[in-house]
């Protein structure tokens, strides 16, 4: 046989050898084990905060390959967190300048939220008479006084003479206001509000920083930027296998289109979900856990915020999706700015990154920091100085479920103590 031929077997051998060695060169470069992705930016992160994200992004990577239901979970807020300035805010300066608010259902504002007090019914009624044609919108374009009675009920909460706009609502579940330029949508596509949100995004981003806008006879802030670290973080993650979601308080059309911009799908976005009809948003609302469609009282915010994650996120269905679930079922990484983002920073079982628009109970859990897994940075841009007075973590810090002002308290029930700002902007 050829293989025992005396002269012969050293040449085989060696053309065997050239052959396995060249079928491993030509092996595809994916098939070799690849280094886990690093964070590129460096800049504007405090501390050690960016050793600790890249420590968490490896423990991960380096558990390798999963299923889609088993990969690691990392969850953003969007406004002040992923981008400086809110694309809410945007979204309603943009529509009030370009007159595309249509008037309420009969005229009637109460049908464009059940919390809407009848002070601000009337208040609104008498700045925004309903247009001769009942399917045009409302002239805030050029009707100041429609304008600034409707941006005063959003932005403050309040009619332009001072009267409270909202009532009856479960602070930990809802914020009324945020609500409301979600049901000021009534009326429109899906397809037409993302319009409308390119228009918005397109002129923010290409204004300058620090430019205004003037809406009726108030001035706004003008632009909104993405924060370069936290495009990075996006990439490192999605790079390292995590399943990356956006849950933000604003409408959900609206925040797909500014999400598109760190390359977060639709279907990982997460927002304030009106229910449709024909086609067309509704002035209702979609539920969560045991909150049905239509009874607008569980928005992404707060302890809603958790809801709308644990039913969208890990399929938890009916009311133990208002509840924390075992840490297998929950987010590993959370990212937020706001009180509004607490519930879902609490339930991350690794890091949980706060930027600090010094918001007292977000604050004063990030600082107390009662379990180590909490980092507090300044905001990329325009960070906040020091808070000159300690939070109020013992006393007021903790708004309840009826809007009382309590103390915050750990798991344990125990009092958080007043808590110094030590990170911010110089």
Same mark, same amino acid.
């Given at each position: 046989?050829?293989?025992?031929?005396?002269?012969?077997?050293?040449?085989?051998?060696?053309?065997? $050898?050239? !052959?396995?060695?060249?079928?491993?060169?030509?092996?595809?470069?994916?098939?070799?084990? @690849?280094?886990?992705?690093?964070?590129? #930016?460096?800049?504007?992160?405090?501390?050690?905060?960016?050793?600790?994200?890249?420590?968490?992004?490896?423990? +991960?990577?380096?558990?390798?390959?999963? $299923?889609?239901?088993?990969?690691?979970?990392? !969850?953003?807020?969007?406004?002040?967190?992923?981008?400086?300035?809110?694309?809410?805010?945007?979204?309603?300066?943009?529509?009030?300048?370009?007159?595309?608010?249509?008037?309420?259902?009969?005229?009637?504002?109460?049908?464009?939220?059940? +919390?809407?007090?009848?002070?601000?019914?009337?208040?609104?009624?008498?700045?925004?008479?309903?247009?001769?044609?009942?399917?045009?919108?409302?002239?805030?374009?050029?009707?100041?006084?429609?304008?600034?009675?409707?941006?005063?009920?959003?932005?403050?909460?309040? $009619?332009?003479?001072?009267?409270?706009?909202?009532?009856?609502?479960? +602070?930990?579940? $809802?914020?009324?206001?945020? @609500? /409301?330029?979600?049901?000021?949508?009534?009326?429109?596509?899906?397809?037409?509000?993302?319009?409308?949100?390119?228009?918005?995004?397109?002129?923010?981003?290409?204004?300058?920083?620090?430019?205004?806008?003037?809406?009726?006879?108030?001035?706004?802030?003008?632009?909104?930027?993405?924060?370069?670290?936290?495009?990075?973080?996006?990439? #490192?993650?999605?790079?390292?296998?995590?399943?990356? /979601?956006?849950?933000?308080?604003?409408?959900?059309? !609206?925040?797909?289109?500014?999400?598109?911009?760190?390359?977060?799908?639709?279907?990982?976005?997460?927002?304030?979900?009106?229910?449709?009809?024909?086609?067309?948003?509704?002035? +209702?609302? @979609?539920?969560?856990?045991?909150?049905?469609?239509?009874?607008?009282?569980?928005?992404?915010?707060?302890?809603?915020?958790?809801?709308?994650?644990?039913?969208?996120?890990?399929?938890?269905?009916?009311?133990?999706?208002?509840?924390?679930?075992?840490?297998?079922?929950?987010?590993?990484?959370?990212?937020?700015?706001?009180?509004?983002?607490?519930?879902?920073?609490?339930?991350?079982?690794?890091?949980?990154? !706060?930027?600090?628009?010094?918001?007292?109970?977000?604050?004063?859990?990030?600082?107390?920091?009662?379990?180590?897994?909490?980092?507090?940075?300044?905001?990329?841009?325009?960070?906040?100085?020091?808070?000159?007075?300690?939070?109020?973590?013992?006393?007021?810090?903790?708004?309840?479920?009826?809007?009382?002002?309590?103390?915050?308290?750990?798991?344990?029930?125990?009092?958080?103590?007043?808590?110094?700002?030590?990170?911010?902007?110089?």
């Amino acid at each position: 046989m050829l293989v025992n031929h005396p002269i012969r077997r050293p040449a085989v051998l060696a053309a065997v $050898t050239a !052959v396995v060695a060249g079928l491993l060169t030509a092996l595809p470069a994916q098939a070799k084990p @690849a280094a886990c992705p690093t964070l590129r #930016t460096t800049e504007g992160w405090y501390g050690d905060n960016r050793a600790r994200l890249q420590r968490l992004i490896d423990t +991960h990577c380096a558990a390798g390959a999963r $299923t889609v239901r088993t990969r690691p979970v990392a !969850v953003f807020d969007w406004d002040n967190t992923v981008v400086k300035n809110d694309v809410g805010d945007a979204t309603m300066y943009w529509l009030l300048r370009n007159s595309r608010i249509r008037p309420p259902e009969n005229g009637d504002w109460t049908t464009t939220s059940r +919390h809407l007090t009848p002070r601000a019914a009337t208040a609104l009624t008498e700045a925004c008479p309903a247009p001769a044609r009942p399917a045009r919108t409302l002239p805030t374009g050029t009707d100041s006084r429609c304008a600034d009675e409707i941006l005063s009920v959003y932005a403050d909460g309040a $009619t332009t003479a001072g009267a409270p706009a909202f009532a009856g609502f479960d +602070h930990r579940r $809802t914020d009324p206001q945020y @609500a /409301w330029l979600a049901q000021l949508l009534r009326g429109w596509t899906r397809d037409q509000v993302a319009s409308f949100a390119r228009a918005a995004r397109a002129e923010n981003l290409a204004a300058p920083v620090g430019a205004t806008r003037q809406v009726g006879t108030r001035t706004v802030t003008g632009w909104v930027r993405y924060y370069d670290q936290q495009r990075d973080l996006v990439r #490192t993650l999605r790079a390292a296998g995590f399943d990356v /979601w956006i849950a933000s308080a604003s409408p959900e059309p !609206v925040v797909e289109v500014w999400a598109e911009g760190v390359g977060i799908a639709p279907s990982r976005t997460l927002g304030i979900r009106n229910t449709t009809e024909r086609g067309r948003l509704t002035a +209702h609302l @979609a539920g969560c856990g045991g909150v049905r469609d239509g009874e607008d009282t569980m928005i992404t915010y707060i302890d809603g915020k958790r809801c709308w994650i644990n039913q969208e996120v890990f399929g938890v269905r009916g009311p133990a999706a208002e509840r924390v679930g075992p840490a297998a079922r929950r987010q590993v990484f959370a990212a937020g700015d706001s009180d509004t983002d607490v519930s879902f920073l609490r339930d991350a079982t690794g890091l949980r990154l !706060v930027l600090n628009r010094n918001k007292n109970e977000l604050m004063c859990r990030a600082y107390d920091n009662a379990d180590g897994r909490w980092i507090v940075n300044p905001m990329f841009i325009e960070p906040r100085k020091r808070k000159a007075a300690p939070y109020p973590c013992a006393t007021t810090g903790y708004t309840g479920a009826d809007g009382t002002a309590q103390p915050v308290r750990r798991s344990d029930g125990s009092v958080v103590p007043d808590q110094t700002d030590s990170v911010y902007g110089s």
